[in-house]
């Protein structure tokens, strides 16, 4: 029996691990839950669930909580509230594991306290390795404390690695859809429209990240997670298009041999595998082998991606850089949906934030706070310029 | 530093193994190799790399290769001869490491001796787990000895199940070329001619097997070394058609993950990584992921390719039919090659020899032999009725 702590419980991270959780009954307990501002599911998530404690956003929503849970006659559960709360969700002293699963620079704090308190951690926040990563995986390694990914392209490397002892990896291949602008000529790119960006070939994510995969950004700060989180220098971190996305990606070892991981597309499978480990446990979530009929590769347009050897610098200089390249993105991608700037002027926002970063290494979380606050009053000058 | 025994030298896996010592010099020492005839060969391997014992096929051949080493001024090196010599080769004390690649049931016994004497074995020859795998696999595990296989798809399955533990395995997939015939029309097999079934599209090999491959009879003897090797009903060993022969095979967890392992078709690389492992070590056989470009998939056609069906059943039964179905194919093939039945008589024969060995597991080699033997006689009659 694992005890769990779930951070972005009612995001749809937090919403798959709780679907596992129900699958598996008798292997997991909920111990605690970390929600944001949607008291409904929190609320529904504690009727269902029971958790020892349960944080919110803030105050007037914890007493909205608090109420909700006593009208319904249900008693016993500690209900906190803001970043206080979450550390204080992801570091009880019964739990064993901590899903990271909050959007955003706010999940690094408890994600931090975490792996200093010794759990176990499940990653699915970008930012902890992009933004915080040399911090976050230096603190786990002295303390001996174990992160999984639970991404996709991520959890298929680290499954992949089994393969072989660190030292023996020679590269890894992220895959990437492409997009949806994969094969579109760069004459057109200038005139992108929002619609069009928001159409993505595969997945129906979250507008940041929708976009993001329409400029490959996204594929950009994954290279920076796998640098860290595999300790792997840039220039070893490569990345092929690959449209049909069953393969997740892909190590080289050192003698020539590549392992591929390839499943069917189901984020319960990397929270499972996290879950489990070192252990694999019997799921339905089956890959139809015999049904697999043609899969593609390419290689990655850095001209129509800029934002791909943004990240490869970013990735290189470490640091403040990769803080600039995540927080300056989301600025210019907010920039974007609102109108206010074409497609293509995504990556030029990025690369002018760039220009303007420090060659700096926050040591400490508050320190990579302030960096990303800095780098986003950056990008609104950038923007604010045009 | 390593010290090998190669039992079959003057062979393609062994001399392929040769050119890997020569390009690790200080990881690897030669000590003893079992050649068959080809004194020529054998000469020049104890000029190049001076093992301390050499077996030759017979006492003639002996005699005239100790001529030769004393012509060349080549001293204190111990000729031996017959199935005794390669014992001796593969049983030396100082051994650590025996390649067993002698073709077909003449290598089983100096194999099961290399087992007996707790050396670890890199496997070549088909004949050691189809048809003595009950007895080589029950006695490796007896004596906790490592046997690695050293043929493409196995090597790669082997490499993949390092992904989990060998319970946490669902199924596996072999990957399939297909053979010249993957995509002829059913109602063309008939007049299938020699010259057709001699073309392999993506391999060049001796003609034994390159009518197995035509026939994917030699996919039915790997799904069978598959279920002895990593101890799995036939039921969990599958086959898809993969014409690239770019992944090797594939491993499904019960978690619902698939490992998938591809590199360049060289067979240097898993020779190499039997040798090396459990480490991996740095070689120039480097697959160009950023040229691969397509891989397609398909189900085997079981009624174009009966053979695969006939060792399913024959993997099912085990023991003699397992010896049959190597045995009666071996004869069958050489019918068809010297033009006495056609293409589609292969299979055909192979039943009809199945349906007549009895339900028996041998229990030593000696046994095997026999069975082996019998199920030759009981080929030949099948032959001569028709």
Redesign the interface.
């Known amino acids: 029996m694992k005890h769990l702590a779930i951070l972005g419980s009612t995001g749809s991270i937090g919403q798959s691990t709780l679907r596992i959780v129900e699958s598996y009954p008798g292997s997991f307990r909920v111990v605690s839950l970390a929600a944001g501002r949607n008291v409904e599911t929190a609320f529904e998530q504690c009727q269902r669930w029971h958790p020892r404690v349960i944080s919110v956003a803030d105050e007037p929503l914890a007493d909205e909580l608090r109420a909700r849970l006593k009208a319904a006659g249900i008693s016993g559960m500690e209900v906190v509230h803001g970043p206080a709360g979450t550390v204080h969700v992801a570091t009880l002293t019964e739990i064993d594991f901590v899903v990271s699963a909050i959007v955003g620079v706010a999940g690094l704090e408890a994600t931090y306290a975490a792996v200093v308190a010794g759990k176990t951690v499940g990653l699915a926040n970008k930012e902890c390795l992009v933004a915080a990563g040399e911090i976050l995986i230096a603190e786990a390694r002295r303390r001996n404390v174990r992160l999984l990914p639970i991404d996709s392209e991520h959890n298929a490397i680290h499954?992949?690695m089994?393969?072989?002892?660190p030292q023996?990896v020679r590269s890894i291949?992220l895959t990437a859809s492409g997009g949806p602008f994969r094969t579109m000529p760069l004459e057109q790119f200038a005139s992108i429209s929002i619609e069009q960006a928001l159409k993505h070939p595969t997945w129906v994510m979250g507008q940041r990240i929708t976009i993001d995969s329409a400029t490959m950004l996204n594929k950009g700060l994954e290279i920076i997670e796998a640098c860290r989180l595999f300790d792997l220098p840039p220039s070893a971190v490569?990345v092929?298009i690959h449209p049909q996305s069953t393969?997740h990606s892909?190590v080289?070892?050192?003698?020539?041999?590549?392992?591929?991981?390839?499943?069917?597309t189901d984020m319960r499978?990397p929270i499972?595998?996290a879950l489990?480990y070192p252990?694999?446990?019997?799921?339905?979530?089956?890959?139809d082998?015999?049904a697999?009929?043609?899969?593609?590769?390419?290689?990655p347009d850095f001209k129509r991606f800029p934002c791909l050897r943004l990240a490869y610098e970013a990735a290189e200089l470490g640091g403040e850089h990769c803080i600039a390249l995540n927080a300056s993105d989301e600025i210019a991608v907010e920039a974007f949906l609102t109108g206010r700037i074409p497609f293509v002027s995504i990556p030029r926002t990025i690369e002018a934030v760039l220009q303007q970063t420090p060659h700096r290494h926050p040591e400490t979380i508050a320190e990579v706070l302030e960096a990303d606050a800095r780098a986003r009053a950056t990008a609104r000058n950038v923007l604010a310029l045009r």
């Open positions: 499954q992949c089994r393969g072989g002892a023996e291949w490569k092929t393969i892909l080289e070892f050192v003698d020539g041999s590549i392992l591929a991981q390839l499943s069917v499978l499972l595998y489990t252990e694999r446990i019997v799921s339905d979530l089956t890959f082998m015999a697999l009929a043609q899969l593609d590769f390419s290689p």
